[in-house]
Antibody, heavy 120, light 105 residues
């Protein structure tokens, strides 16, 4: 059974870079067939998809965040990562990593989420 | 940009009630729609994909229907474990609805 776990700093200063890693267990990222996403949820609000990455390194980002987002994958560690640059208070959210069943597919497995607060 | 609009925003219902939530897309998404359930402090859980396919392990009281721009999620007989927030999501470009809170009447 696939499991995903987010890790990274819970507090980031404004204008700095938010960096998170998702460790996947139960399935090899390099086996292909799945895409790996980041999704966030502002406190008390709805869900916003940030982007996805494939094991090959190909990516697709939400156009509204594209200029500030970079995703990468480390198949040797079975991890994928998110970097969000120039953060502001509006980036305070719970960040989830999740698995897509396809490039255009639903999210069938999610991490537990990690709260990242942007504050000085 | 595809906008997803759910109604109602909040729904009060009793155990045993039949509950229906509607999701409308701003343009056709064929059947590329999923429904999720989220409980406080937890990640969303996939219930329905491809508009009407039940995810493995999800109780059969949940069902989905629709195509194009209008979709529904139905809970045939509401159970205590079903009080939660429900989100629709189109996966042509990945936007979510704003959520529907199902609360105890």
């Amino acid at each position: 059974q696939v499991q995903l776990q987010e890790s990274g700093p819970g507090l980031v200063k404004p204008s700095q870079t938010l960096s998170l890693t998702c460790t996947v267990s139960g399935v090899s990222i390099s086996s292909g067939g799945y895409y790996w996403s980041w999704i966030r949820q502002h406190p008390g609000k709805g869900l916003e998809w940030i982007g996805y990455i494939y094991y090959s390194g190909s990516t697709y980002y939400n156009p509204s965040l594209k200029s500030r987002v970079t995703m990468s994958v480390d198949t040797s560690k079975n991890q994928f990562s998110l970097k969000l640059r120039s953060v502001a208070a509006a980036d305070t959210a719970v960040y989830y990593c999740a698995r897509n069943l396809a490039a255009a597919g639903p999210f069938d497995s999610w991490g537990q989420g990690t709260l990242v607060t942007v504050s000085s | 940009d595809i906008q997803m609009t759910q109604s109602p925003s909040t729904l009060s219902a009793s155990v045993g009630d039949r509950v229906t939530i509607t999701c409308r897309a701003s343009q056709s998404i064929s059947s590329w729609l999923a429904w999720y359930q989220q409980k406080p402090g937890k990640a969303p859980k996939l219930l329905i994909y491809k508009a009407s396919s039940l995810e493995s392990g999800v109780p059969s009281r949940f069902s989905g229907s629709g195509s194009g721009t209008e979709f529904t999620l139905t809970i045939s007989s509401l159970q205590p474990d079903d009080y939660a927030i429900y989100y629709c999501q189109q996966y042509k470009s990945y936007s979510f609805g704003q959520g529907t809170k199902v609360e105890i009447k």
